[in-house]
């Protein structure tokens, strides 16, 4: 008996007792189905995230903050430095000085203060007036653009992305008749007194996971930071809360772990976007690897339907294994033609199981991507790919597999004489 001949065989075998197999062949398909849409799940928030990192630079772009000191339960309040760090709140501010000494830290290309800016409304052409929050990353990377162009990196320009949301409310009829309008944003000093500035919409951005604020141009945020700054009287704490830094070309993750080893030395915490997202990274792996468990567990049990289904098998086939082994056929192939039949079931189950997943997973993602998760552009929150399903459909074949071999070695070592004999 050939290959090919085990093959058929196997086929033919496995649909002698319908009901039975259909039955293992559903237990099969619901882990498979199961196991392929968290799958997609998972491929698709990471891959989310990992184009959002992408977009505003990844491990080149570093926040820069003042090293906190965790203060021990016994030793007690911490005491006044007149000197120390100045504060705002509960953080600690960056002083000029310590802008410079992070941009003077090897591996660093240039370093950007990010002010906590706080503009009171923006206006088109006299128009109404509507309050602004500007993200402080955005402007400070590429930014996700619905139309128009990146801000830019002189300090003279004065320019502003604005979130899409805004375009319909400020008056323009699409995100590309917004671009390029000079719009008023209004700001208000210590002293309480009220400037605008003007400036020009470069672009108009799609909200992203890192927040829907408006982004400035390097020279719209100094104008509005010392607008804000205007009055201030002496001996007032002022400072930033953080910094961007942009590292050098080329950053490996050796030379990363060298700039952060040198900002901590000199008192400063060093974090890159992958470093802040990382805790939502492991929650989210952490999630979809118990519902996978779960899968996993369903496909387990599915096993035992196999092992039953083919013991069962083998015991209404004793008198044909006992002829064909009166016929010269040796146990290997005995063995061969219930593991096939084993790995077909498995095949039938995983194949089905994952087609729909794909097909319903589709039309899910695409519903949602429309509606509930219009705001968040780009994400697909399921994204399969034939690598992942067909590495689902290789595993359910695995175990079908493993769990046949129990009843094709029992298949295997029947006496041809006695399973002759048998009733």
Do not use: C
Not at 221 to 250: F, H, K, N, W
Not at 400 to 418: E, M, S, V
Request: net charge negative; no cysteine; glycine share 12%.
């Amino acid at each position: 008996m050939t290959a090919g001949d085990i093959l058929r065989s196997a086929v033919s075998n496995t649909f002698r007792s319908k009901v039975r197999t259909a039955l293992t062949v559903v237990a099969i398909f619901i882990g498979a189905f199961t196991l392929t849409l968290t799958s997609a799940i998972g491929a698709g928030v990471s891959d989310y995230i990992d184009k959002q990192v992408g977009a505003i630079g990844g491990d080149n772009l570093m926040t820069v903050s003042p090293a906190t000191e965790a203060e021990a339960a016994d030793e007690g309040p911490k005491e006044y430095n007149p000197d120390g760090a100045a504060t705002q709140g509960n953080f600690t501010l960056l002083s000029d000085a310590d802008i410079e000494a992070i941009r003077a830290t090897e591996g660093i290309e240039k370093v950007e203060p990010a002010a906590m800016l706080a503009p009171d409304f923006i206006q088109y052409d006299g128009g109404a007036k509507f309050e602004l929050t500007v993200n402080p990353m955005a402007g400070l990377a590429d930014a996700d653009l619905a139309a128009g162009r990146q801000l830019a990196e002189d300090s003279g320009s004065l320019e502003v992305l604005v979130p899409s949301s805004y375009v319909e409310a400020l008056g323009f009829t699409d995100e590309q008749a917004a671009v390029d309008q000079t719009v008023t944003l209004a700001v208000t000093d210590y002293a309480g007194t009220q400037h605008t500035v003007d400036a020009v919409i470069a672009g108009v951005q799609n909200d992203s996971l890192f927040g829907d604020g408006s982004g400035f141009s390097a020279g719209l945020r100094a104008e509005m930071d010392a607008l804000q700054r205007t009055g201030i009287p002496e001996g007032v704490s002022t400072g930033y809360i953080t910094s961007v830094a942009y590292l050098d070309e080329g950053t490996d993750e050796e030379h990363l772990a060298a700039v952060k080893a040198d900002l901590d030395a000199k008192g400063f915490t060093g974090l890159t976007v992958a470093d802040q997202i990382g805790a939502i990274q492991t929650v989210i792996n952490g999630i979809i690897g118990v519902l996978n468990a779960f899968a996993v567990i369903a496909l387990i049990a599915a096993g035992f339907g196999i092992v039953n289904t083919l013991l069962m098998s083998v015991q209404e086939r004793t008198r044909e294994i006992g002829l064909m082994k009166a016929m010269g056929m040796g146990g290997g192939k005995i063995f061969a033609l219930f593991s096939v039949e084993a790995i077909f079931i498995g095949f039938l189950g995983s194949a089905l199981g994952a087609g729909v997943a794909v097909g319903l997973g589709s039309v899910i993602s695409s519903v949602l991507s429309n509606t509930v998760l219009s705001s968040l552009p780009g994400l697909h929150i399921m994204l399969f790919t034939p690598a992942s399903v067909a590495t689902i459909i290789g595993v359910v074949m695995l175990i079908a597999f493993l769990a046949g071999t129990l009843p094709a070695r029992r298949a295997a070592k029947q006496n041809p004489i006695d399973a002759l004999r048998y009733e």
